[in-house]
């Protein structure tokens, strides 16, 4: 997370840069000129043509795609989740005998960058949700196939004793029950999600010579699109082949969470809510 929202800064920086390049500064027609280094003027063409620019660029559209389709989806990050949690983590980080500013330091980030970058992976996480759609024919079938487990779970959350345990009601463990489901179907959705994300995405340069926009266009999103189609007529293949033994309705997948975006991991060495590990920031 803490390279992508980086990357995002860098794309940022530069776009407005080249937004606000005026016609006058150009080297050669429509090829403007976007700083200079040493005294070296640096054309967009030049610079966009880079690796770092291009990839800058393709996460700066990601995650310009994944909001929007997030809006489309009526997603929203639980802000009053997210001030909670941040809470939490400066407590951890206290705790564990470091102080929060240098904690940012570490993560080469201001609060507010990395606030944005958690409200980000939220915000996709919130995404996973509305494409999950869990019914509530999904969360009896859950209950049905692993009532123990997910009993047990309920139990040691509310601290129950185990006299206690026998009298969990289906309604009683309700939300137990849809978070179960909810992140098993948070994993299986992501990947179609993310191909959606990339294949509903739209670059297009507007003050570059319109075939060397072309050009620069397919260089920076050609391999994540191929990429994408692949996978989803891979997916597609998948769903039409005979369903095979499956385990436990319900059950989470072996991250026990939906994976962030590419890209977008957790910040290094970033202490979770429980104080251990890295958090995704949900």
């Known amino acids: 997370m803490k390279q992508f929202i980086t990357g995002m800064i860098v794309a940022f920086g530069v776009i407005a840069v080249y937004a606000c390049t005026t016609p006058g500064t150009s080297a050669s027609g429509n090829n403007p000129v976007l700083f200079k280094v040493n005294g070296h003027p640096v054309t967009a063409e030049e610079f966009f043509s880079s690796q770092p620019a291009s990839q800058a660029v393709n996460e700066f559209v990601m995650l310009a795609s994944m909001k929007e389709e997030a809006r489309k989806a009526g997603a929203q990050a639980d802000e009053k989740k997210l001030t909670s949690d941040i809470e939490d983590l400066k407590k951890n980080v206290t705790s564990n005998g470091q102080t929060w500013e240098d904690f940012l330091k570490q993560?080469?980030?201001?609060?507010?960058?990395f606030i944005d970058q958690r409200r980000t992976f939220a915000l996709f996480q919130a995404l996973l949700k509305k494409k999950a759609n869990v019914t509530e024919t999904e969360m009896k079938k859950a209950w049905d196939d692993d009532k123990q487990t997910i009993i047990n779970t309920y139990a040691a959350k509310n601290h129950l004793p185990d006299s206690e345990k026998a009298k969990v009601t289906y309604e009683q463990a309700k939300d137990d029950v849809r978070d179960r489901v909810e992140m098993s179907k948070m994993g299986i959705v992501q990947g179609d999600?993310?191909?959606?994300?990339?294949?509903?995405?739209?670059?297009?340069?507007?003050?570059?010579?319109?075939?060397?926009?072309?050009?620069?266009?397919?260089?920076?999103?050609?391999?994540?699109?191929?990429?994408?189609k692949?996978?989803?007529?891979?997916?597609?293949?998948?769903?039409?082949?005979?369903?095979?033994?499956?385990?436990?309705?319900?059950?989470?997948?072996?991250g026990g969470q939906a994976a962030p975006p590419p890209s977008a991991g957790a910040s290094k060495g970033a202490p979770s809510a429980g104080g251990k590990?890295?958090?995704?920031g949900k």
């Open 107 to 113: 993560q080469g980030m201001t609060e507010a960058q």
């Open 193 to 228: 999600v993310m191909n959606d994300i990339i294949l509903n995405s739209k670059l297009e340069f507007v003050s570059v010579d319109p075939a060397k926009a072309k050009e620069l266009t397919e260089k920076i999103m050609g391999p994540a699109v191929e990429r994408a």
């Open 230 to 254: 692949k996978q989803k007529e891979e997916a597609a293949k998948a769903k039409s082949a005979p369903p095979a033994a499956a385990g436990g309705a319900g059950a989470p997948p072996a």
């Open 277 to 280: 590990g890295a958090s995704g």
